[in-house]
């Protein structure tokens, strides 16, 4: 090796400047390049043996430089890019064959990935798995190697791009955060091979900003908050030698209450935040809803309503600001609620605690006139006669002593409102029928005082009652719908409604039954189109499996949660669904299996466990059968899967279009997911939401389906779809896109063929049918 020199470890600027944006110094022969960072990941972190420090490959990302051994002129051949220092054998110029070629660059979101160099005096033990440690071999004499190195790849965390010109190598068989170790001298060898590269797919690419002061904290997921450190060397003790990778860890119960960035777009303008409308309404209530999924996700606990309400408020996403009689822009009757705080974010109710909003000087009023009142039934309210309500007045007690309400606040004015005979907003709060001890707030429209008298109290103190008389002429989609669905859930009246047909059409196929009613015309008794009720997707033979995945192997009795399982790892790190609730959409969710070890009510098993809402197919006045729910919906709840025989293109008959799911339509785009800003996470941590399927996805449910194949069109949705995939076969869940009445008819955007653009500013939607949805918005067409 005449004409070889040792390569000299570089300043331990070469180290720092990787932080600071500063021009790396090489003292060495030849030139480093630098680090190149691509991250759809949580770390890149350089490795740089200096004279004066060297990297700790065993503290994690945040860990600071710590002092090696003093430099020998020893050079070590390359054990491979995952490797940490160890001491190597006096310097051998036999051992630098391979010094003039270029560096190796690794690129890896994963937590190990181990190249291995058949270069060495270790092998790689195979029968072992991805994890193994390596195995001891005899002397390499002589040895050559041409061949490329195996690739190992595995979902794992840590990524330490290595330069291979000191004198230590890393111990590959400890994982990545193993201590070095040593190893022994290698002679006579010799080695061609390319640098490594490391390249896994994964659903987000996060670009590297080294223009601020965040780094993402290796370890902790895809929606990890960004750790702020300072300029200059790494967080971490100078003597720290060992111990596990630190890591930032969401603490329960700390409140995530952003600052208001100046480049922020809430894509509210100051007009909408004063007077919205229906679309601006529906956008704060899902925005709204998704930040308090993602709390829940993070098990923020008693917090999670005030600060998600907080944060909407800080960062501009509410509207209606401005108190008001009557109507409210944007808001229906029928809307409703699952917390106080949404009705306050669109400006149907703004007291926060108070059970009776008003208006003041500040609105223009000389005295109190009440503007809405909600029952909740903390009072002693009557609201057992139909469009009537004896509302108790406010107050009542002092201290917890009880005494008498006192003609002052919102008893005022109320009192002000009978004597002018205006307008109230009234909400009726009722018990979730599925969390007793949470309430649900219905919107049902416009009362009028028509009475005031007092009462003695269960306390035994008096109080006022205002007797609050619903007006004519509004639609009957409030609390009406909510108590006839109320009995039919308690009661079990189906079999006596008008227009009874049939008890059950899914013919106990279905662990509730799913009555059919026609009331558009009561004395036709004519059943839907005969078809075999399924409860999954079927499949033909031509459908080849969507993945050969392996399942959780380490969940044995207990539900996913840990991120040492599979199944978690390949959903981000964390449970797609909160108490049978999405979270997120996201472009493909997988569930657990068959081939998975954990029990069939684990957290991460939701469309495969089937239908849980109580079911309605009934007859529409224009649009054929449709399929309604008896419950009340939340946002995100799981719906149902649209089950049917999943054929390929060639296989789709012109009777199926009736019937037929496409995941290859186009489909109108809309935002559902939490916004980082929103939760004090970096805008590169925000969940995407366009799918990823590997192959189209055809569903006919002509001759085999289930209550999804009810379900109707419409270009203003109330339900979306999400792909899911378990069992090597990806299927089609149907989730609630917002708050939904009981007996609401549930839709979802069928798609269209094509789209054409006319002019600038304007899309042509076409698709096969003609559209019947109504929806001020509507396409024209579907399918």
Known sequence: MDGLTPIKATSVSSFIGYFEDEQVENTSSSTVPPPVLVSPLLSIVPFDASNKGSYDADAGPSTGPIKPKPYNETYSTRAGP?????????????????????????????????????????SYCEGAGPSSTPKKRGRCDDDETHLPPPLDVTPLRSVRPFYDFNNHSYYA???????????GRCDHEETHLPPPLDVTPLQIIRPSDGSNNYSFVSGAGPSTVPEKRRLGRPKGSKNKTSGEKEQKVEVPNVKKVPTKPSNYDSRITEAEIVNGNRDIVESVMMRFDAVRRRFCQLNLQKYILTTAEANCRTMGVQTNKKRRRGTVPGVEIGDIFYFWGEMCLVGLHRQAVAGIDYLTVEDGEVLPLASSVVSSGQYDDDINQPDMLIY??????????????????GNLALQRSYIRNTDVKVILGRSDPYLVDKKIYIYDGLYNVTNIHTSIGKSGCIEFKFKLVRKADQPRTGYAMWKEAESLRTLNMSASRKGFIHEDYSFGNELLPVPVVNEVDEDDKTNPDDFEYITSQHYTDAIPIDSQA???????????????????HKNGGQVPYHKSV???????????????????????????????LHMEVFKTINRGWGLRSWDPIRAGTFICEFAGVRKTKEAVKDEDHDYLFDSSRVYQKFRWNYEPELVCESIWESVPEVFNLPTQVLISAKEKGNVARFMNHSCLPNVFWQPIEYDGYVRIGLFAMKHILPLTELTYDYGVSSVEKVGEDEILYRGNKICLCGAVKCRGSFG
């Not at 068989?173 to 190893?183: D, F, I, N």
């Not at 998975?596 to 239908?611: E, I, S, T, Y």
Request: charged share 20%; net charge neutral.
């Open 173 to 183: 068989g400890a994982g990545p955060s193993s201590a070095p170790t040593k190893r």
């Open 550 to 568: 392996l399942g959780c192997q380490n969940c044995q009795e207990e539900s996913c949660t840990h991120l040492s399982c599979m199944c978690m």
């Open 392 to 409: 108790s007045g406010h107050g009542g007690s002092k201290n917890d002593v009880p005494q008498d309400q006192v003609m002052e606040r």
């Open 82 to 122: 995952l490797t940490g220092p160890v001491k190597s054998e006096p310097y051998d110029e036999t051992c630098i064959m391979n010094a003039g070629g270029p560096l190796p660059q690794v690129i890896a979101p994963l937590r190990s990935v181990r190249p291995i160099f058949d270069i060495n005096n270790y």
């Open 582 to 612: 999405l979270v997120c959409r996201k472009p493909m969710i997988y569930e657990c299996g068959e081939d998975c070890v954990c029990p069939n009510d684990c957290k991460n098993r939701l469309v495969q466990n089937g239908l849980k």
